[in-house]
């Protein structure tokens, strides 16, 4: 069965960085890619990016060029998404999604919290 | 960028009823890739529909999609409880893979 783990909950201050991990199982990883996905409380989806397994290739939105990195370590069959210089507005649950085209497995979600 | 409308933004249905949501793009998307997902509190989206029309697995034959171009329907026949939730359509044609802003599906 093919499942994504993500990291826990954290708790970040303003300015700081915050890694997500987010394990995948069940599938052969480097076949498809991930994206990541962000909801903010109370709002809508939105997406941050996608990674390629297969070669790192890497495409980020506008908004978050210069302040993320999606990387993956296909030893582990897992991906990561860092993200620089919190500010309040980055509050928000993380998802990562297996992704050829549509995103049809999901992880659990990572809340990420900034506050001072 | 392609911009996702989804109207109506709430729409209030009693179980058995049909629910007719739609999600227009500001341009065409490519080959129909659109999609759509279901959202319950405290969940992770869930892939409903892909290609516009195409059921995802499990997904029971109640939900349907349609359209092309830049006009896109999700429809879903005699609706069940656990059907009343948050639903988004995405394109995945063009980079960036933007989201509508949902549409929200409430017991009347």
């Known amino acids: 069965q093919v499942h994504l783990v993500q990291s826990g909950a954290e708790v970040k201050k303003p300015g700081a960085s915050v890694r997500v991990s987010c394990k995948a199982s069940g599938y052969t990883f480097t076949r498809y890619g991930i994206s990541w996905v962000r909801q903010a409380p109370g709002q809508g989806l939105e997406w941050m990016g996608w990674?390629?397994?297969?070669?790192?290739?890497?495409n980020y939105v506008q908004k978050l060029q210069g302040r993320v990195t999606m990387t993956t370590d296909t030893s582990t069959s897992t991906a990561y998404m860092e993200l620089r210089s919190l500010r309040s507005d980055d509050t928000a649950v993380y998802y990562c999604?297996?992704?050829?085209?549509?995103?049809?497995?999901w992880g659990q979600g990572t809340t990420v919290t900034v506050s001072s | 960028e392609i911009v996702l409308t989804q109207s109506p933004g709430t729409l209030s249905l009693s179980p058995g009823e049909r629910a007719t949501l739609s999600c227009r793009a500001s341009q065409s998307v490519s080959s129909s890739y659109l999609a759509w997902y279901q959202q319950k509190p405290g969940q992770a989206p869930r892939l409903l529909i892909y290609g516009a029309s195409s059921r995802a697995t499990g997904i029971p034959d109640r939900f349907s999609g349609s359209g092309s171009g830049t006009d896109f329907t999700l429809t879903i026949n005699r609706l069940e409880p656990e059907d009343f939730a948050v639903y988004y359509c995405?394109?995945?044609?063009?980079?960036?893979?933007?989201f509508g802003r949902g549409t929200k599906l409430e017991i009347k």
């Open positions: 999604a297996r992704e050829q085209g549509p995103m049809d497995v």
């Open positions: 990674i390629s397994p297969y070669n790192a290739n890497t």
């Open positions: 995405q394109q995945y044609g063009y980079s960036p893979l933007h």
